[in-house]
């Protein structure tokens, strides 16, 4: 058996394993609250409010979609022809044309076309979000944290080209094997050390002071079995009006995570409420699932790589010799770009599942529907989104239950009490 054929067997069995583990893990028990308890959720909603979600979330629209279809476009300029090969020839020349050199350099220079490219829809978005009130930035902390942005993504990038081509030099026949437990292997770490690293990047945290919502937020962790190790508060409002908590780490690092915009928005009943949810996920360990997926669906698309690399129309096409030359780098690229638009309604339909299943938990943890129901009439409020968006939106892009599943999940939980 030649090497594609092991690697199509390979990747066979890793699919049937993701497949597995989709299926094992993913909370598929509640089906979604049915759309008559939706409407009349929507309809106990104030009109003003839900006319300014969809006023804001019209606005967002274009620039979105358009800076979606214009990175889309770029990508597959820079990876469907010998543009991207060329560029990543041409930044690499004055360093003798060396792999390192085309691989960092070429690398940056490929991802910064892109960013520039759609930098002034970002920009746009930015502006309506300030005209809309929810964000409290200006132009200067904006572009800052766009640099930070831009420099976490510079670093991990470079990390994962200089292995993946480092591979393929080291392993010319055998670097999808080595490739593909390497990229599992990252995405398992990056799981557990981003979220202690990359977060005091763009927050400040400060521990949230003694008083009687620390130890209700405590006191329903240890409750709960999910012990924290600290409450904190982050300083979101230097950015954002949005509101959210998070329960970030693992283990001895474990923290509750409160914005300091949820403090001073909400009631703490609905403060306990959202953080119950965030306790959801911890208990049901789904970072730890995510991981799992994550890391299968990184091998995956190792292996996958290399199989299209055996295409030699699409590498003639993009003017490179092999897919682990990198003159490939743009046909990497654009491939990334469609596989994570085709792949978005899966991805987003898991999430809604598993935020489903942390709302049951959030209901049975507080036994307090109605502070549910009201937290979410809150976070729709002021994060100013569409309570019932449109079909192929929601199916495409949702992460979370819309606001009126949301309610209508947490009134029917209330009749079941009564």
């Not at 839900?50 to 214009?70: C, Q, T």
């Not at 927050?203 to 962790?221: D, K, S, V, Y």
């Not at 949301?406 to 009490?417: H, N, T």
Request: charged fraction near 15%.
């Amino acid at each position: 058996m030649n090497m594609r054929s092991w690697a199509w067997w390979t990747l066979a069995v890793l699919v049937l394993a993701l497949i597995v583990a989709v299926s094992w893990l993913t909370p598929w028990h509640r089906p979604p609250a049915p759309r008559a308890d939706q409407l009349a959720a929507l309809r106990s909603l104030p009109t003003a409010e839900v006319s300014r979600g969809r006023e804001f979330a019209a606005a967002l629209r274009p620039s979105r979609y358009g800076s979606m279809a214009l990175g889309l476009l770029v990508a597959c300029l820079l990876g469907c022809t010998p543009l991207g090969a060329r560029i990543v020839t041409a930044v690499a020349k004055p360093w003798g044309g060396a792999w390192l050199a085309q691989v960092l350099l070429g690398g940056l220079v490929l991802v910064l076309v892109a960013d520039v490219l759609t930098l002034p829809l970002q920009a746009w978005r930015q502006q309506i979000l300030v005209r809309y009130g929810l964000s409290t930035q200006g132009w200067s902390g904006w572009a800052i944290d766009l640099a930070k942005g831009y420099a976490v993504g510079a670093v991990i990038g470079a990390v994962v080209l200089v292995g993946f081509f480092g591979l393929v030099r080291l392993s010319p026949q055998r670097w999808w094997i080595w490739g593909a437990l390497g990229a599992a292997l990252l995405t398992i770490l990056l799981s557990f050390v981003l979220p202690v690293l990359i977060e005091p990047v763009f927050n400040t945290f400060t521990p949230m002071p003694a008083g009687p919502l620390r130890t209700e937020l405590i006191a329903m962790a240890d409750r709960d079995r999910v012990p924290v190790k600290d409450v904190l508060v982050a300083d979101a409002s230097r950015r954002t009006k949005a509101v959210n908590a998070y329960v970030s780490g693992f283990g001895p690092t474990r923290r509750i995570v409160v914005y300091d915009t949820l403090l001073s928005q909400a009631p703490e009943s609905e403060v306990v409420s959202v953080v119950a949810h965030e306790l959801g996920h911890a208990k049901y360990r789904d970072v730890l699932a995510s991981t799992l997926v994550g890391a299968l669906g990184a091998a995956i698309a190792v292996i996958a790589l290399y199989l299209a690399g055996g295409w030699a129309p699409l590498l003639r096409a993009a003017g490179t010799p092999s897919i682990g030359d990198p003159r490939a780098l743009g046909l990497i690229l654009a491939l990334t770009a469609v596989f994570g638009l085709v792949a978005a309604p899966a991805q987003a339909l898991l999430s809604r599942q598993v935020e489903a299943r942390a709302d049951a938990h959030a209901l049975a943890l507080t036994n307090d529907p109605d502070g549910f129901a009201a937290m979410q009439h809150r976070l729709s409020s002021l994060n100013l989104a569409d309570p019932d968006p449109p079909r192929l939106e929601y199916i495409w892009f949702a992460s979370h239950p819309s606001t009126v599943e949301r309610i209508a999940f947490a009134r029917a939980y209330a009749r079941g009490l009564r």
